[in-house]
């Protein structure tokens, strides 16, 4: 069945750092891609989406590439901030009655 | 204002007392579907609705029930909790394509002790 695998968390960063979450994927077809934000006490509400082979979603400097060839959509960010602080999900879907299959989420906490 | 509304945001009740989570979507959607998110787990689909009157199981159904009567609304009922259903539940919506994605609630925090 279809499955997304992130990296092992949480992640901490300080301020201006660089950002990389891994993300991979099996699926059966050619899947849309999501990456999903959840912060502090709040639903998920969609960072950024890629539905094709090479398309990249980009939102708020957040920036991820769907790579067909690697099975990929790794989340990446040049300079967090601490608003950034929140859990991230990747996610997919395969069919447009097909539900959405979810990463194991990744907490990000960038300090000051 | 386009949303997803989830009532009550916190709950705590006992073991085997009948509770229901509302939800509610103010878009129009076919497709609404409902989450658990448990620690290192992410989230599990239980339920979902493709439109009225139509309703499957999720990959985690056991000891919920849902209904869709009408459109907007897509109601959680457990009709007998148990402890080990202490978690956090989401309601989302979407149009029925592939592409587009789903907007979610704020959650309902439900402890059963």
């Known amino acids: 069945g279809d499955s997304v695998t992130q990296m092992e968390g949480p992640v901490t960063l300080s301020e201006e750092a660089f950002l990389t979450i891994n993300c991979t994927y099996t699926?059966?077809?050619?899947?849309?891609l999501f990456w999903y934000v959840q912060y502090p006490g709040e639903g998920l509400q969609l960072l950024l989406k890629?539905?094709?082979?090479?398309d990249k979603g980009s939102n708020k400097g957040f920036e991820a590439t769907y790579r067909k060839e690697t099975t990929s959509f790794h989340l990446e960010k040049g300079s967090v901030q601490v608003s950034d602080s929140a859990v991230y999900f990747c996610?997919?879907?395969?069919?447009?009655?097909?539900?959405?299959?979810f990463g194991k989420g990744i907490t990000l906490s960038v300090r000051p | 204002e386009a949303q997803v509304t989830q009532n009550p945001r916190y709950l705590i009740t006992v073991t085997g007392k009948k509770l229901t989570v509302t939800c509610s979507q103010n878009?129009?959607?076919?497709?609404m579907s409902w989450y658990r998110q448990d620690p290192g787990l992410g989230l599990r689909q239980i339920y979902y609705s493709m439109n009225v009157e139509v309703t499957d199981k999720g990959d985690v159904p056991e000891g919920y029930k849902v209904s869709r009567k009408e459109k907007r609304n897509f109601p959680l009922i457990l009709e007998s909790p148990s402890p080990n259903q202490t978690s956090l539940y989401f309601c989302?919506?979407?149009?029925?394509?592939?592409?587009?994605?789903?907007?979610f609630g704020q959650g309902t925090r439900l402890t059963v002790v």
């Open positions: 878009m129009n959607h076919e497709y």
């Open positions: 996610a997919l879907r395969t069919g447009a009655n097909s539900k959405l299959t």
């Open positions: 989302a919506s979407r149009r029925p394509d592939m592409n587009t994605e789903a907007f």
């Open positions: 890629a539905t094709k082979a090479d």
């Open positions: 699926a059966t077809g050619y899947p849309s």
